[in-house]
């Protein structure tokens, strides 16, 4: 065998010895998860100023290296039940990450591809078992359904979303009870169409339901009627929009339902007469304005 050869071997089986020395004497020292302080994204044992390296044990239990948790963690809730199971890629959550309530009982089941994006499907659960959330993602990217039920089982929310993760379609939001809280319509993640939203008041323990705001969109910009509504159902503000800008005659009325103006814009810009009225209905004064300017006030 050729001297050099052999020496050549000699040093590569020496470092490859050193290097499992020095990975060794790393794992050597352990400290309790309750010793350590994060501090910038990095984990530190108390009063210490290099990133600390080594393994940890006690209610979180694991390997951290110059800072970073890597390889596989496991996590206790204060009762010693299991809180979750995870595993790290330089300080990155890879594969299964699943948690647990303090009664054992499955809370999230979670996959994340190997950058650390959630992928595949994501489900959530109440601490009965009952199914709470249940979601798709595709290299980080929410898509497909987004479904959430309240804790009873009955309809929380039911969303959809293209695979570029903007909104598509129908959006429906429900209150506890089971009544519609929201409608909306989006194409490409762009607003479209009627936009319902719902509010509630309560007389004598019992909730009484009603059309807070209408709202239509055109190209993502509110264009057609637009509607509000006082916190009891009465009308408030009923007018038009086109393109995003106010447009022609807007109706403003007071609380007990009696008008309390009338305005007329253009592109925004306030036009032709108002009229203000007192909160009976009578006629108060005139507003004259012109290019959207007030160029004259008649009083009544």
């Known amino acids: 065998m050729n001297m050099n050869n052999y020496h050549l071997k000699l040093m590569k089986h020496l470092l490859i010895i050193i290097s499992l020395l020095i990975t060794s004497i790393s794992w050597s020292k352990n400290i309790d998860y309750n010793d350590l302080v994060k501090r910038d994204g990095l984990y530190y044992e108390k009063f ?9 044990n006690g209610i979180e239990q694991g390997k951290i290296r110059k800072g970073i948790k890597v390889g596989k963690w496991i996590g206790y809730h204060q009762n010693g039940q299991l809180k979750y199971k995870k595993k790290f890629v330089k300080g990155k959550t ?32 109440f601490s009965d078992g009952q199914l709470a959330n249940k979601v798709t993602f595709k290299n980080g990217i929410l898509v497909g359904e987004d479904i959430k039920y309240f804790e009873n ?66 190209n993502g910009k509110e264009h057609g009627e637009w509607i509000r509504n006082y916190d ?27 008008l309390a103006r009338v305005e007329r814009y253009k592109e925004d810009i306030p036009v032709g007469e108002w009229y203000e009225y007192d909160r009976f209905g009578n006629l108060e004064q005139i507003e004259i304005y012109k290019n959207g300017k007030l160029i004259e006030t008649i009083k009544h």
């Open 232 to 258: 009891v159902g009465k009308k408030w503000q009923k007018g038009n929009k086109k393109n995003g800008k106010l447009d022609g005659k807007w109706e403003i009325y007071h609380w007990d339902g009696y």
């Open 94 to 125: 890879v594969g299964e990450n699943v948690t647990y309530f303090d009664t054992g009982q499955l809370k999230d089941n979670f996959f994340n591809n190997k950058e650390g994006k959630k992928e595949g499907e994501q489900v959530s659960y």
């Open 48 to 56: 210490k100023e290099k990133p600390f390296s080594g393994r940890v």
């Open 153 to 218: 089982g009955d309809l929380k929310h039911k969303f959809f979303y293209n695979e570029e993760g903007k909104k598509e379609g129908e959006q429906l939001s429900y209150f506890a009870d089971g009544n519609l809280e929201f409608k909306k319509f989006y194409n490409n993640g762009i607003e479209e169409g009627e936009h319902l939203t719902y509010e509630n008041f309560t007389v004598y323990d019992k909730k009484h339901y009603f059309l807070s705001l209408k709202i239509n969109y055109k």
